[in-house]
């Protein structure tokens, strides 16, 4: 059984992944859009090439990053990238917001533009560095499912101080129609996920036992070709399942949290401080989740059924967040979101495990680092999904951050409460049907992972 002590430090990737998760979707679009004034076509076409730019990176980091790293034999094949790709995504997060205060997106939107595209995509490149790596480790370091699901339990509660952090402290740091304050903001949090970097390094260190089976695996046989494993992955019928919950799960969360500041300066016409106690609503219902779903999850044994329901309480609860009018009912009803929030996040590592160990059973090799660079594709595409959403909706409904109709606020109100919900009740549903990986068959690849070693 891996060290409590493992796991926190596990947990801190967690932290620092919804750190930047959240920070970066709640503030990047609406920084463009509504500070430096690029419209919103410009601004949803360059997430649409960022995202784009994930398809490619995310699997090919995967498949080259699987063959190791510098000093792999000391260190192993995930521990060096994983700390150069949080040190370096740190960086170059403060340069998202450092396009040059002389530039005019409403006079001059090109230059703008590629510095969106340019500065977004490398922050990813690095971003998908370390974190396909982090989810690599997970199946391989933690391989009981007692261990797992202790585990994904620990790294959830820190996961959800990252999610806290990310959403309730830039808005301490930026305040809304000032440009500047926005590159102060991307400083703190880059800082903050410079710290945090220290404290996950000791819980992704990995043991002589694990860098010794990748040897043994390297010496043994050549690693397959990058699309051999690609189309291997994609005829899992699992594993397709649960990628596309994961798109629809992401696209409806990226649109809630981006939706947030929208809510808080043009329906609530509130300062930018506003949204910490909506986001601090979200937190407390994803905190008393965790106890609750852990309860759930002892009777029912089923991490895939967990997510199933976790979906539809998503759904149920980003309903309402369309109808709201005061700051006091977006608390409450953020912190009844959280149930599900924290029940979906909570699984979603456990299930990933499951269906890997599946792949590994069948291919009699350990190649998840292009899984998880599938599983990071389709995650990320969220941010396209976001930005057509947001601008098809404030195409439609005539949105100018300069002249705020009763139309566009309606229209926010869609992206925030309606729309999302629709996204998390056809994963749902569509995960219900794909799915075939049930307890009885999770238990059985534990014991042919035990005899084959790998």
């Not at 410009?42 to 190791?68: C, E, H, M, Q, R």
């Not at 339990?153 to 129609?177: C, D, E, K, N, R």
């Not at 189309?231 to 990226?254: E, H, T």
């Not at 590592?349 to 594709?377: E, H, Y």
Request: hydrophobic fraction near 50%; proline fraction near 4%.
């Amino acid at each position: 059984m891996a060290k409590r002590s493992i796991m926190v430090s596990y947990g801190m990737g967690k932290f620092i992944a919804e750190f930047l998760t959240g920070a970066f979707g709640s503030i990047v679009f609406m920084f463009y859009e509504t500070e430096v004034g690029l419209s919103a076509g410009y601004a949803a076409l360059a997430t649409i090439f960022y995202s784009l730019w994930n398809a490619i990176n995310d699997p090919i980091i995967g498949y080259v990053t699987n063959k190791g790293a510098p000093f792999s034999k000391k260190f192993g094949r995930r521990f060096p990238w994983i700390i150069l790709g949080l040190i370096l995504c740190s960086v170059f997060f403060i340069l998202i917001f450092s396009v040059p205060s002389s530039w005019d997106a409403r006079e001059n939107p090109l230059p703008v533009f590629l510095w969106m595209v340019l500065t977004i995509c490398l922050y990813d490149g690095f971003y998908s560095l370390w974190e396909v790596n982090y989810q690599s480790i997970y199946p391989d370091k933690f391989r009981t499912q007692s261990e797992r699901t202790t585990t994904a339990a620990v790294g959830t509660g820190i996961g959800v101080l990252g999610i806290a952090s990310g959403f309730i402290i830039p808005p301490l740091f930026f305040s809304y129609g000032v440009r500047s304050s926005y590159l102060i903001c991307a400083l703190v949090i880059a800082g903050f996920s410079l710290l945090a970097t220290f404290g996950v390094s000791f819980g992704v260190f990995e043991t002589k036992d694990m860098i010794a089976r990748f040897t043994q695996q390297k010496e043994k046989e050549a690693s397959p070709h990058f699309f051999d494993q690609m189309k291997r992955a994609l005829k899992n019928r699992n594993l397709l399942a649960f990628v596309l919950l994961l798109f629809f799960y992401q696209s409806g969360c990226m649109l809630m949290t981006a939706s947030v500041n929208y809510v808080v300066k043009y329906v609530l016409a509130a300062k930018s401080s506003g949204a910490t106690p909506i986001f601090a609503g979200m937190l407390g219902g994803t905190l008393l989740s965790i106890l609750i779903w852990m309860q759930v999850a002892k009777r029912l044994k089923n991490n895939q059924l967990m997510l199933i329901l976790c979906s539809f309480v998503l759904a149920l609860f980003a309903l309402p967040l369309s109808f709201l009018s005061s700051a006091t009912s977006y608390v409450v009803a953020m912190a009844l979101w959280g149930l599900g929030f924290g029940g979906f996040w909570t699984f979603m590592s456990p299930a990933m495990a499951d269906v890997i160990d599946s792949l590994i059973v069948a291919q009699k090799r350990r190649d998840d680092g292009v899984v998880l660079g599938i599983r990071a594709f389709f995650m990320r595409f969220s941010y396209a999904s976001q930005a057509l959403v947001f601008f098809i909706v404030h195409k439609a409904t005539a949105f100018d951050p300069l002249a705020i109709t009763e139309q566009a606020i309606w229209g926010i109100r869609l992206h925030m409460g309606v729309i999302p919900a629709l996204f998390f009740l056809a994963g749902g549903l569509l995960f219900l049907r794909m799915n075939t990986l049930g307890p009885t068959e999770v238990a059985r690849n534990h014991q042919l992972l035990s005899a084959l070693d790998i």
